[in-house]
Each structure stands twice: as structure tokens, then as C-alpha cells.
């Protein structure tokens, strides 16, 4: 089975400061990860995923995230907030050493940027 | 290039009422998915398709089918919609390596 937890229902941080949003993830295998944004009445958008290699990935708007495989972690970061960065953050998991194509998600974290 | 379409994009439905929502992709993906996005739950997968004229049950398939008789579409049909599938469906499209689903706008659902 695989799972993803994000621990923060909502974060909150001021324009210009840098922001963390949290997720630890849990699978039998080998894990690929992403990251999703959605705006208000928006589909999602891709925005970063690990494969494989370099554990910090970097992604579209300046966003990255690091895996951290001995804390099942991949926490997504950007070194300085845009109040247009608020939004709902998504992660998700795949198992790459199982036949099973479809994303597993995290229940989302609302990102809200002050300006 | 329009990516992936779905429609209608919201919909008021009594229950009992049939309906099948539509999803349609140009990118010629082999793999297909339907979600269903719920307040503190994240999203959560209905059906998916890895390849045309194959289909599969996800984490919650009750009350929905599915068909997918080519590559470009992947309908979702409820058969008597009941109150409990209020929701907001997202179609979405992977096509192999890591398989990077790219989401449609999503269908807005009201069964009353």
C-alpha cells in the first residue's frame, strides 16, 4: 500500500520570507514523488517530481523539494513567498517497483501568503 | 494544443438521474484516471485506464463505471446519482516513464 501525509491543514507566511510545506510519504518500494498546485476552481498543475538521482528537485515558480529517504520526507520549499504563490499544495506518491500507475495524494495544504 | 477537456463544468443533479461526464485528452496518453476531490480528503481515485479497452477499479468505484473505447476518451458514468457523490471530478492523463498526470478544469457536481 502506498500513503502520503500532510501534517498541515493550512500555512501561513509573510511575502519575501521563505516557506516549507510538509510531506512524508509511505510505500513498499521505491517511491516517485510529485508536487501539485491548484488554484480556486482550477485544475491541478504539475509542479515538480523525483525520480530519481539528485534529491533536490527543482520545479516550476521557483518551487523545489528535497527527498530525504531515511525520514520518507519530501517537503517542498521556496527561499522567498509571492502572495500569488497562495494556493492549495498537493503531494503525491507512486510506487515504481509495482505495476500500479496511479498517484496516491496527500489531502492538501492551503498555502496563504501575506502580503 | 487543449491538453485535457472535460464537461460540463458544473452540474445540478436530482438523485436517482443518470449522468455520464466527459473527458477527452489530445496528447495521446496511454494511461487515463478519474478523481473525485472532497473537502480534507485530498483527492481520491475512481477509475483508471492504462491503455484503450482496459479499465480498473480504484479506491472508491462504488456507484461509478467506466469505458474506454480509445485513447482520447475516458467517460464516467453514474448510474443513479445519490447525494454522497457531490463532488468535483478530475479527469487526468499519464503516459509511462513516471507517468506525470496533467489534470483537467474538473466537473463540479451537485446531487440533491
Known amino acids: 500500500a502506498q500513503s502520503v501525509a500532510q501534517p498541515e491543514d493550512q500555512v501561513n507566511v509573510a511575502e519575501g520570507n521563505p516557506l516549507t510545506v510538509k510531506c512524508t510519504y509511505s510505500?513498499?518500494?521505491?517511491?516517485?514523488l510529485f508536487w501539485y498546485v491548484q488554484y480556486p476552481n482550477r485544475g491541478l498543475q504539475f509542479l515538480l517530481k523525483y525520480i530519481t538521482g539528485d534529491n533536490l528537485v527543482k520545479g516550476s515558480y521557483g518551487f523545489e523539494a528535497e527527498f530525504n529517504k531515511s525520514q520518507t520526507s519530501f517537503h517542498l520549499k521556496k527561499p522567498s513567498a509571492l502572495v500569488s504563490d497562495s494556493a492549495l499544495y498537493f503531494c503525491a506518491v507512486r510506487d515504481r517497483d509495482t505495476g500500479r500507475r496511479a498517484l496516491t495524494f496527500g489531502s492538501g495544504t492551503r498555502l496563504q501568503v501575506q502580503p | 494544443i487543449a491538453g485535457i477537456t472535460q464537461a460540463p463544468t458544473s452540474q445540478i443533479l436530482a438523485a436517482g438521474r443518470r449522468m455520464t461526464l466527459r473527458c477527452t485528452q489530445d496528447m495521446r496518453h496511454n494511461a487515463m484516471y478519474w478523481y473525485r476531490q472532497d473537502l480534507g480528503l485530498g483527492l481520491r481515485l475512481i477509475h483508471y485506464?492504462?491503455?484503450?479497452?482496459?479499465?480498473g477499479k480504484g479506491e472508491v468505484p462504488d456507484g461509478y463505471s467506466v469505458s474506454r473505447a480509445n485513447t482520447d476518451d475516458f467517460p464516467l458514468t453514474l448510474a443513479s446519482a445519490v447525494p454522497s457523490q457531490t463532488s468535483v471530478y478530475f479527469c487526468?492523463?499519464?503516459?509511462?516513464?513516471?507517468?506525470?498526470?496533467?489534470f483537467g478544469p474538473g466537473t463540479r457536481l451537485t446531487v440533491l
Open positions: 510505500v513498499s518500494g521505491n517511491p516517485y
Open positions: 487526468a492523463s499519464s503516459d509511462g516513464g513516471s507517468d506525470t498526470q496533467y
Open positions: 485506464s492504462n491503455t484503450a479497452g482496459t479499465t
